[in-house]
Protein backbone atom coordinates (compact mmCIF):
# COMPACT_ATOMS: atom_id res chain seq x y z
CA UNK A 1 0.00 0.00 0.00
CA UNK A 2 2.64 2.31 1.02
CA UNK A 3 4.16 1.99 -2.72
CA UNK A 4 1.27 1.97 -4.40
CA UNK A 5 0.73 5.76 -2.63
CA UNK A 6 3.62 6.77 -3.22
CA UNK A 7 3.82 5.82 -7.12
CA UNK A 8 0.85 7.57 -7.47
CA UNK A 9 2.21 10.80 -5.69
CA UNK A 10 5.31 10.61 -8.05
CA UNK A 11 2.94 10.91 -10.71
CA UNK A 12 1.13 14.23 -9.69
CA UNK A 13 5.01 15.27 -8.94
CA UNK A 14 6.12 14.47 -12.10
CA UNK A 15 5.35 17.90 -14.59
CA UNK A 16 6.83 20.27 -11.00
CA UNK A 17 9.48 17.75 -10.96
CA UNK A 18 10.38 18.36 -14.87
CA UNK A 19 10.08 22.02 -14.88
CA UNK A 20 12.66 22.45 -11.70
CA UNK A 21 15.07 20.20 -13.40
CA UNK A 22 14.39 21.99 -16.75
CA UNK A 23 14.79 25.71 -14.68
CA UNK A 24 17.46 24.36 -12.97
CA UNK A 25 19.33 23.58 -16.20
CA UNK A 26 18.69 26.32 -18.30
CA UNK A 27 19.35 29.20 -15.45
CA UNK A 28 22.50 27.55 -15.11
CA UNK A 29 23.86 27.30 -18.85
CA UNK A 30 23.84 23.64 -18.61
CA UNK A 31 21.61 20.88 -20.39
CA UNK A 32 19.17 19.20 -18.67
CA UNK A 33 19.95 15.36 -19.52
CA UNK A 34 16.78 13.83 -19.02
CA UNK A 35 17.10 10.62 -21.18
CA UNK A 36 19.96 9.91 -18.34
CA UNK A 37 17.58 11.25 -15.77
CA UNK A 38 14.91 8.61 -17.06
CA UNK A 39 16.95 6.05 -16.60
CA UNK A 40 18.25 5.69 -20.50
CA UNK A 41 21.90 5.17 -20.69
CA UNK A 42 23.42 5.66 -24.17
CA UNK A 43 24.63 2.10 -25.90
CA UNK A 44 28.51 3.78 -26.67
CA UNK A 45 28.16 4.67 -22.57
CA UNK A 46 27.14 0.72 -21.58
CA UNK A 47 29.84 -0.18 -23.69
CA UNK A 48 32.29 0.95 -21.53
CA UNK A 49 30.87 -1.02 -18.72
CA UNK A 50 31.40 -4.13 -20.85
CA UNK A 51 30.65 -7.06 -19.56
CA UNK A 52 32.44 -6.36 -16.22
CA UNK A 53 30.52 -6.85 -13.17
CA UNK A 54 29.61 -3.33 -11.82
CA UNK A 55 30.07 -1.16 -8.56
CA UNK A 56 27.70 2.08 -8.67
CA UNK A 57 28.42 4.72 -6.30
CA UNK A 58 26.10 7.51 -5.45
CA UNK A 59 27.35 11.42 -4.74
CA UNK A 60 24.78 13.52 -5.10
CA UNK A 61 26.59 16.82 -5.07
CA UNK A 62 30.33 18.31 -4.73
CA UNK A 63 30.54 17.42 -1.29
CA UNK A 64 29.49 13.51 -1.07
CA UNK A 65 31.87 13.36 -4.52
CA UNK A 66 34.95 14.37 -2.62
CA UNK A 67 34.23 12.53 0.62
CA UNK A 68 33.60 9.31 -2.08
CA UNK A 69 37.32 10.11 -3.11
CA UNK A 70 39.01 7.57 -0.80
CA UNK A 71 36.93 4.89 -1.29
CA UNK A 72 37.00 5.20 -5.45
CA UNK A 73 40.69 4.68 -4.71
CA UNK A 74 40.64 1.82 -2.56
CA UNK A 75 37.77 -0.08 -4.81
CA UNK A 76 39.91 0.72 -8.08
CA UNK A 77 42.82 -0.51 -6.15
CA UNK A 78 41.36 -3.79 -4.60
CA UNK A 79 38.67 -4.61 -7.36
CA UNK A 80 40.54 -3.96 -10.71
CA UNK A 81 38.27 -6.16 -12.70
CA UNK A 82 34.86 -4.61 -11.46
CA UNK A 83 33.65 -1.61 -13.65
CA UNK A 84 33.09 1.99 -11.75
CA UNK A 85 30.17 3.66 -12.17
CA UNK A 86 29.66 7.16 -10.63
CA UNK A 87 26.45 8.92 -10.33
CA UNK A 88 25.33 12.20 -9.40
CA UNK A 89 21.68 14.78 -8.97
CA UNK A 90 23.70 17.84 -9.24
CA UNK A 91 25.56 18.96 -12.39
CA UNK A 92 28.94 20.40 -10.37
CA UNK A 93 28.57 17.45 -8.53
CA UNK A 94 29.28 15.55 -12.28
CA UNK A 95 31.53 18.07 -13.24
CA UNK A 96 33.99 16.85 -10.44
CA UNK A 97 33.34 13.32 -10.29
CA UNK A 98 33.83 13.34 -13.93
CA UNK A 99 37.72 13.98 -13.90
CA UNK A 100 38.01 11.24 -11.03
CA UNK A 101 40.76 8.44 -12.92
CA UNK A 102 39.01 5.53 -10.68
CA UNK A 103 35.66 5.69 -12.48
CA UNK A 104 34.58 4.06 -15.51
CA UNK A 105 31.40 5.70 -16.27
CA UNK A 106 29.93 9.02 -14.95
CA UNK A 107 25.95 9.54 -15.11
CA UNK A 108 23.61 11.79 -13.61
CA UNK A 109 20.99 9.66 -11.20
CA UNK A 110 17.37 8.54 -12.49
CA UNK A 111 14.05 10.42 -10.74
CA UNK A 112 12.96 8.53 -8.64
CA UNK A 113 9.68 7.48 -10.69
CA UNK A 114 9.50 3.62 -11.30
CA UNK A 115 10.50 3.32 -15.31
CA UNK A 116 13.06 5.52 -14.55
CA UNK A 117 14.49 3.55 -11.90
CA UNK A 118 13.66 -0.12 -13.66
CA UNK A 119 15.53 0.88 -16.88
CA UNK A 120 18.55 2.17 -15.04
CA UNK A 121 18.92 -0.80 -12.89
CA UNK A 122 17.85 -3.43 -15.45
CA UNK A 123 20.81 -2.10 -18.09
CA UNK A 124 23.69 -1.44 -15.92
CA UNK A 125 22.57 -4.48 -13.48
CA UNK A 126 25.85 -3.09 -10.58
CA UNK A 127 26.93 -5.77 -8.51
CA UNK A 128 26.92 -3.56 -5.67
CA UNK A 129 25.31 0.14 -5.45
CA UNK A 130 27.21 2.28 -2.55
CA UNK A 131 25.38 5.63 -1.95
CA UNK A 132 27.20 8.24 -0.26
CA UNK A 133 25.80 9.59 2.92
CA UNK A 134 22.27 9.82 3.20
CA UNK A 135 20.18 9.51 0.07
CA UNK A 136 16.87 7.92 0.80
CA UNK A 137 14.81 6.75 -2.72
CA UNK A 138 11.79 4.08 -2.37
CA UNK A 139 11.55 3.29 -5.37
CA UNK A 140 15.47 2.70 -6.19
CA UNK A 141 15.96 0.49 -3.34
CA UNK A 142 13.00 -1.45 -3.62
CA UNK A 143 13.69 -2.08 -7.39
CA UNK A 144 17.27 -2.73 -6.58
CA UNK A 145 16.34 -4.90 -3.45
CA UNK A 146 13.90 -6.84 -6.10
CA UNK A 147 16.89 -7.65 -8.26
CA UNK A 148 18.67 -9.25 -5.69
CA UNK A 149 21.29 -6.01 -5.93
CA UNK A 150 22.73 -5.24 -2.04
CA UNK A 151 22.13 -1.87 -1.66
CA UNK A 152 24.80 -0.09 1.29
CA UNK A 153 25.08 3.67 2.62
CA UNK A 154 28.28 4.85 3.10
CA UNK A 155 30.00 7.78 5.41
CA UNK A 156 25.95 7.89 6.66
CA UNK A 157 24.99 10.99 8.91
CA UNK A 158 22.20 12.57 10.10
CA UNK A 159 22.50 16.36 10.98
CA UNK A 160 21.16 18.07 13.84
CA UNK A 161 18.96 20.08 11.15
CA UNK A 162 17.64 17.26 9.36
CA UNK A 163 16.95 14.72 12.18
CA UNK A 164 13.69 16.34 13.50
CA UNK A 165 12.31 16.38 9.67
CA UNK A 166 13.13 12.57 9.09
CA UNK A 167 11.90 11.96 12.84
CA UNK A 168 8.52 13.37 11.45
CA UNK A 169 8.22 11.24 8.67
CA UNK A 170 9.98 8.15 9.94
CA UNK A 171 6.80 6.42 8.84
CA UNK A 172 8.14 7.19 5.41
CA UNK A 173 11.72 6.48 5.64
CA UNK A 174 11.49 3.29 7.65
CA UNK A 175 10.52 1.00 4.71
CA UNK A 176 13.27 2.07 2.47
CA UNK A 177 15.98 1.98 4.91
CA UNK A 178 15.25 -1.59 5.45
CA UNK A 179 16.34 -2.04 1.69
CA UNK A 180 19.24 -1.43 2.80
CA UNK A 181 22.10 -3.87 3.20
CA UNK A 182 24.32 -2.13 5.36
CA UNK A 183 24.62 1.21 6.65
CA UNK A 184 27.93 2.48 7.60
CA UNK A 185 27.57 5.68 9.92
CA UNK A 186 29.95 8.39 10.55
CA UNK A 187 29.56 8.60 14.19
CA UNK A 188 27.61 6.29 17.20
CA UNK A 189 25.26 9.63 17.22
CA UNK A 190 24.22 9.37 13.52
CA UNK A 191 23.62 5.68 14.16
CA UNK A 192 21.47 6.21 16.99
CA UNK A 193 19.58 8.67 14.71
CA UNK A 194 19.50 6.36 11.66
CA UNK A 195 17.67 4.12 14.03
CA UNK A 196 15.79 6.62 15.88
CA UNK A 197 14.39 6.61 12.04
CA UNK A 198 13.61 3.12 11.41
CA UNK A 199 16.96 1.60 9.99
CA UNK A 200 17.80 -1.98 11.31
CA UNK A 201 19.67 -2.20 14.39
CA UNK A 202 21.57 -5.38 13.00
CA UNK A 203 22.89 -3.79 9.63
CA UNK A 204 23.59 -0.21 11.28
CA UNK A 205 27.34 -0.15 11.98
CA UNK A 206 29.77 3.04 12.92
CA UNK A 207 32.60 3.05 10.52
CA UNK A 208 34.16 6.70 10.51
CA UNK A 209 34.40 9.64 8.49
CA UNK A 210 35.64 9.30 5.31
CA UNK A 211 36.40 13.42 4.84
CA UNK A 212 38.96 11.96 7.38
CA UNK A 213 40.76 10.21 4.60
CA UNK A 214 42.12 12.68 2.10
CA UNK A 215 45.72 12.70 0.97
CA UNK A 216 47.60 15.14 3.23
CA UNK A 217 50.97 17.05 2.60
CA UNK A 218 52.69 19.94 4.04
CA UNK A 219 52.68 22.52 0.99
CA UNK A 220 56.51 22.88 -0.42
CA UNK A 221 57.26 26.64 -1.04
CA UNK A 222 58.23 25.39 -5.04
CA UNK A 223 55.02 24.07 -5.11
CA UNK A 224 53.15 27.25 -3.64
CA UNK A 225 55.46 29.44 -6.21
CA UNK A 226 54.19 27.29 -9.35
CA UNK A 227 50.65 27.72 -8.46
CA UNK A 228 50.66 31.37 -7.97
CA UNK A 229 52.70 31.90 -11.30
CA UNK A 230 49.26 29.64 -12.86
CA UNK A 231 47.00 32.18 -11.17
CA UNK A 232 49.48 35.36 -11.88
CA UNK A 233 49.82 35.78 -8.47
CA UNK A 234 52.94 37.73 -7.28
CA UNK A 235 54.81 35.10 -4.75
CA UNK A 236 55.14 38.15 -1.96
CA UNK A 237 51.60 38.65 -1.63
CA UNK A 238 49.86 37.51 1.32
CA UNK A 239 47.05 35.36 -0.07
CA UNK A 240 43.44 34.99 1.79
CA UNK A 241 41.25 32.50 0.04
CA UNK A 242 37.53 32.79 0.94
CA UNK A 243 36.10 29.62 0.03
CA UNK A 244 32.50 28.21 -0.78
CA UNK A 245 30.71 31.23 -0.15
CA UNK A 246 27.13 31.85 -0.43
CA UNK A 247 24.78 34.58 -0.81
CA UNK A 248 24.81 37.00 1.88
CA UNK A 249 28.72 36.48 3.00
CA UNK A 250 30.55 38.01 0.14
CA UNK A 251 29.69 41.48 1.17
CA UNK A 252 31.00 40.32 4.59
CA UNK A 253 34.33 39.41 3.43
CA UNK A 254 34.39 42.23 0.61
CA UNK A 255 33.30 44.49 3.06
CA UNK A 256 36.61 43.40 5.41
CA UNK A 257 38.88 43.02 3.46
CA UNK A 258 38.38 46.51 2.13
CA UNK A 259 38.75 47.45 5.71
CA UNK A 260 42.12 45.32 6.01
CA UNK A 261 43.35 46.85 2.89
CA UNK A 262 43.19 50.23 5.12
CA UNK A 263 46.35 48.99 6.90
CA UNK A 264 47.69 45.73 5.49
CA UNK A 265 49.25 46.64 1.78
CA UNK A 266 50.03 43.30 0.62
CA UNK A 267 46.93 41.66 0.76
CA UNK A 268 45.41 39.44 -2.22
CA UNK A 269 41.87 37.86 -2.21
CA UNK A 270 40.94 34.44 -3.33
CA UNK A 271 36.99 34.95 -4.15
CA UNK A 272 35.12 31.16 -4.62
CA UNK A 273 31.50 31.27 -4.69
CA UNK A 274 30.28 27.44 -3.69
CA UNK A 275 28.20 27.90 -7.21
CA UNK A 276 30.47 28.93 -9.84
CA UNK A 277 26.94 30.20 -11.75
CA UNK A 278 26.97 33.10 -9.36
CA UNK A 279 29.91 34.40 -10.32
CA UNK A 280 27.84 37.02 -12.50
CA UNK A 281 26.04 37.91 -8.84
CA UNK A 282 29.28 38.84 -7.44
CA UNK A 283 31.20 40.59 -9.96
CA UNK A 284 28.33 42.79 -9.91
CA UNK A 285 29.10 43.17 -5.99
CA UNK A 286 32.91 43.52 -7.24
CA UNK A 287 31.62 46.48 -9.40
CA UNK A 288 29.72 48.56 -6.89
CA UNK A 289 31.93 47.94 -4.00
CA UNK A 290 34.99 49.62 -6.66
CA UNK A 291 37.69 46.48 -5.90
CA UNK A 292 39.16 45.58 -9.22
CA UNK A 293 39.12 42.00 -10.25
CA UNK A 294 39.66 39.47 -12.54
CA UNK A 295 37.99 36.00 -12.83
CA UNK A 296 39.28 32.95 -13.24
CA UNK A 297 38.13 32.03 -16.52
CA UNK A 298 40.08 34.85 -18.09
CA UNK A 299 43.35 34.40 -16.79
CA UNK A 300 45.60 32.40 -19.73
CA UNK A 301 48.39 30.30 -19.24
CA UNK A 302 50.49 33.13 -21.48
CA UNK A 303 49.19 36.28 -18.97
CA UNK A 304 52.16 38.00 -17.84
CA UNK A 305 49.91 40.73 -16.59
CA UNK A 306 50.47 39.79 -12.49
CA UNK A 307 47.37 40.44 -9.90
CA UNK A 308 48.65 43.79 -7.84
CA UNK A 309 47.74 43.91 -3.82
CA UNK A 310 44.38 44.78 -3.13
CA UNK A 311 42.82 42.84 -6.07
CA UNK A 312 40.84 40.07 -6.38
CA UNK A 313 40.30 37.25 -8.51
CA UNK A 314 36.73 35.78 -8.30
CA UNK A 315 36.99 31.95 -9.03
CA UNK A 316 34.09 31.03 -12.01
CA UNK A 317 35.20 27.63 -12.33
CA UNK A 318 35.01 24.25 -10.30
CA UNK A 319 37.73 21.22 -9.26
CA UNK A 320 40.50 23.93 -8.52
CA UNK A 321 39.96 24.22 -4.80
CA UNK A 322 42.67 22.15 -3.33
CA UNK A 323 45.10 23.99 -5.58
CA UNK A 324 44.18 27.38 -4.46
CA UNK A 325 44.02 26.27 -1.08
CA UNK A 326 47.23 25.40 -1.42
CA UNK A 327 48.98 28.63 -2.92
CA UNK A 328 47.27 30.58 0.43
CA UNK A 329 48.53 31.58 3.12
CA UNK A 330 45.00 32.01 5.06
CA UNK A 331 41.40 30.08 4.06
CA UNK A 332 38.39 31.50 5.16
CA UNK A 333 35.25 28.58 4.75
CA UNK A 334 31.99 30.14 3.91
CA UNK A 335 28.82 28.43 4.36
CA UNK A 336 29.56 29.77 7.75
CA UNK A 337 28.39 33.69 8.56
CA UNK A 338 25.13 32.88 7.61
CA UNK A 339 22.66 29.89 8.47
CA UNK A 340 23.86 27.54 5.61
CA UNK A 341 25.36 24.81 7.98
CA UNK A 342 29.42 25.29 7.10
CA UNK A 343 31.82 23.24 4.45
CA UNK A 344 34.78 20.72 5.00
CA UNK A 345 37.58 22.53 6.97
CA UNK A 346 39.23 19.45 6.51
CA UNK A 347 40.59 20.41 2.86
CA UNK A 348 42.50 23.59 4.36
CA UNK A 349 44.18 21.49 7.00
CA UNK A 350 45.48 18.49 4.92
CA UNK A 351 47.90 21.00 3.15
CA UNK A 352 48.83 22.82 6.14
CA UNK A 353 46.66 25.96 5.51
CA UNK A 354 45.06 27.75 8.50
CA UNK A 355 41.65 28.02 8.14
CA UNK A 356 38.95 30.67 9.90
CA UNK A 357 35.16 30.17 10.02
CA UNK A 358 32.05 31.42 11.08
CA UNK A 359 29.16 30.18 13.76
CA UNK A 360 27.45 28.23 11.89
CA UNK A 361 28.73 24.74 11.61
CA UNK A 362 25.70 22.61 12.20
CA UNK A 363 26.37 20.60 9.34
CA UNK A 364 29.82 19.79 10.36
CA UNK A 365 29.97 19.99 13.85
CA UNK A 366 32.08 16.91 14.40
CA UNK A 367 34.74 18.23 12.07
CA UNK A 368 34.60 22.02 13.86
CA UNK A 369 34.86 20.58 17.17
CA UNK A 370 37.76 18.50 16.18
CA UNK A 371 39.90 21.57 14.56
CA UNK A 372 38.81 23.79 17.70
CA UNK A 373 40.22 20.95 19.76
CA UNK A 374 43.77 20.39 17.57
CA UNK A 375 43.84 24.56 17.23
CA UNK A 376 43.94 24.12 13.73
CA UNK A 377 41.80 26.71 12.75
CA UNK A 378 39.61 30.01 13.97
CA UNK A 379 35.90 30.18 14.96
CA UNK A 380 34.78 33.89 14.44
CA UNK A 381 31.46 34.08 16.53
CA UNK A 382 30.01 36.61 14.33
CA UNK A 383 30.58 39.02 10.70
CA UNK A 384 31.54 41.97 13.10
CA UNK A 385 35.02 39.89 14.35
CA UNK A 386 35.77 39.13 10.28
CA UNK A 387 38.44 41.98 9.91
CA UNK A 388 39.86 42.05 13.09
CA UNK A 389 40.47 37.87 13.15
CA UNK A 390 42.16 38.32 9.75
CA UNK A 391 44.16 40.92 10.59
CA UNK A 392 45.19 38.41 13.61
CA UNK A 393 46.24 36.10 11.15
CA UNK A 394 47.63 37.54 8.42
CA UNK A 395 50.01 39.74 10.57
CA UNK A 396 51.16 36.96 12.33
CA UNK A 397 53.13 34.49 10.18
CA UNK A 398 53.97 32.40 13.74
CA UNK A 399 50.36 32.02 14.34
CA UNK A 400 49.83 30.65 10.36
CA UNK A 401 52.24 28.08 11.20
CA UNK A 402 51.59 26.49 14.44
CA UNK A 403 47.79 27.01 13.26
CA UNK A 404 48.58 24.83 9.72
CA UNK A 405 51.37 22.19 11.74
CA UNK A 406 48.12 21.73 13.91
CA UNK A 407 46.06 20.82 11.18
CA UNK A 408 48.43 17.88 9.57
CA UNK A 409 48.78 16.57 12.92
CA UNK A 410 45.11 16.57 13.34
CA UNK A 411 44.84 14.76 9.76
CA UNK A 412 47.89 12.05 10.86
CA UNK A 413 45.79 11.03 14.49
CA UNK A 414 42.26 10.70 12.22
CA UNK A 415 41.21 8.09 9.71
CA UNK A 416 40.91 4.86 8.99
CA UNK A 417 37.13 5.22 8.19
CA UNK A 418 37.76 3.86 4.18
CA UNK A 419 39.40 0.76 5.81
CA UNK A 420 36.26 -0.10 7.95
CA UNK A 421 33.79 0.84 5.44
CA UNK A 422 35.88 -1.37 2.62
CA UNK A 423 35.43 -4.49 5.11
CA UNK A 424 31.56 -4.12 4.48
CA UNK A 425 31.65 -3.73 1.40
CA UNK A 426 33.63 -6.86 0.74
CA UNK A 427 30.63 -8.92 2.03
CA UNK A 428 29.21 -8.18 -0.72
CA UNK A 429 31.46 -8.35 -4.10
Not at 29 to 45: K, L, Q, Y
Request: net charge positive; glycine share 6%; aromatic share 10%.
Amino acid sequence: MFYLAYNILSIFLFIPVLLYHLYRSVSRGRPPAFRERFGHIAAAELAIIGSKPVIWLHAVSVGESIAARPLLKALRALYPDHAILVSNTTETGRAISSTFPEKDLCIYFPFDFLPAVRTALRSIRPALIIIMETEIWPNFTREATSLGIPVMLANGRISDRSFGRYLKFAWFFRRSLRQFSSLCMQTEIDRERIIAIGAAPEQTVVTGNLKYDIPFHPVEEEERAALRAKYAIPHFLTVIVAASTHPGEEELILSAYRELLTTCDNLFLLLVPRHPERAFEVAALLDRMNLPYRRRTTIKPSDETLFKAGEVLLVDTIGEMMGLYALSDLAFVGGSLKPTGGHNLLEPASLGIPSLFGPYMNNFREIADLVLKYGAGIQINGSEKLAETVRTVVTNATLRQVLGQNGLKMMRDTGGATKHQMQEIARFL
